[in-house]
T-cell receptor
Framework: AQSVTQLGSHVSVSEGALVLLRCNYSSSVPPYLFWYVQYPNQGLQLLLKYTTGATLVKGINGFEAEFKKSETSFHLTKPSAHMSDATEYFCAVSDHDMRFGAGTRLTVKP | NAGVTQTPKFQVLKTGQSMTLQCAQD?????MSWYRQDPGMGLRLIHY???????DQGEVPNGYNVSRSTTEDFPLRLLSAAPSQTSVYFCASSYSTRGLETQYFGPGTRLLVL
């Protein structure tokens, strides 16, 4: 079965700094890859996804991610962190069904 | 559209009690699923359905039952609650037949089992 590993349960950056949240996956077939964001006391919302085609995908709020098959990675980046980005992020992979990583909590320091 | 709705928002149960978590969607999605979210473990799939009358087990199905009599509704039943079932439960739906595409989540139900 497919699986997802998010490296770092907590990431802290300064406002204006680069955000990098790491995600590695395993899958027996070409997977679909997702990043979801979860705000407090809410369900998950789609941030961006990769299904086929261009390996660099852009999402909402200035986030983007690049699918690297050779590295089995789908890291999430944002050039400049904003205070409103502080929340929890989940990477997910789907081939047979959708599996989620354990999540990364992003803290943004003023 | 209301999207995916869940009731109740919060519930406290005693060990051994039963209850049903309700989930409904108005997007005409065939695929619906239930996840539980626990700290440090992300979301784990409990049960899913690819259409009315069809359900299947996910990663952590023990202690939970589901049924799908209509496209809109997908209730989750706890027959005999245990403290290990204390969690936040999310229902989701997808336009993808097998749920491999984007999933739309409800706001969640927080369950505490004493």
């Amino acid at each position: 079965a497919q699986s997802v590993t998010q490296l770092g349960s907590h990431v802290s950056v300064s406002e204006g700094a680069l955000v990098l949240l790491r995600c590695n996956y395993s899958s027996s077939v070409p997977p679909y890859l997702f990043w979801y964001v979860q705000y407090p006391n809410q369900g998950l919302q789609l941030l961006l996804k990769y299904t086929t085609g261009a390996t660099l995908v852009k999402g909402i709020n200035g986030f983007e991610a690049e699918f690297k098959k050779s590295e089995t990675s789908f890291h999430l980046t944002k050039p400049s962190a904003h205070m409103s980005d502080a929340t929890e992020y989940f990477c997910a992979v789907s081939d047979h069904d959708m599996r989620f990583g354990a999540g990364t909590r992003l803290t943004v320091k003023p | 559209n209301a999207g995916v709705t869940q009731t109740p928002k919060f519930q406290v149960l005693k060990t051994g009690q039963s209850m049903t978590l309700q989930c409904a969607q108005d997007m005409n999605h065939e695929y619906m699923s239930w996840y539980r979210q626990d700290p440090g473990m992300g979301l784990r799939l409990i049960h899913y359905s690819v259409g009315a009358g069809i359900t299947d087990q996910g990663e952590v199905p023990n202690g939970y039952n589901v049924s799908r009599s209509t496209t809109e509704d997908f209730p989750l039943r706890l027959l005999s609650a245990a403290p290990s079932q204390t969690s936040v439960y999310f229902c989701a739906s997808s336009y993808s037949t097998r749920g491999l595409e984007t999933q739309y989540f409800g706001p969640g139900t927080r369950l505490l089992v004493l």
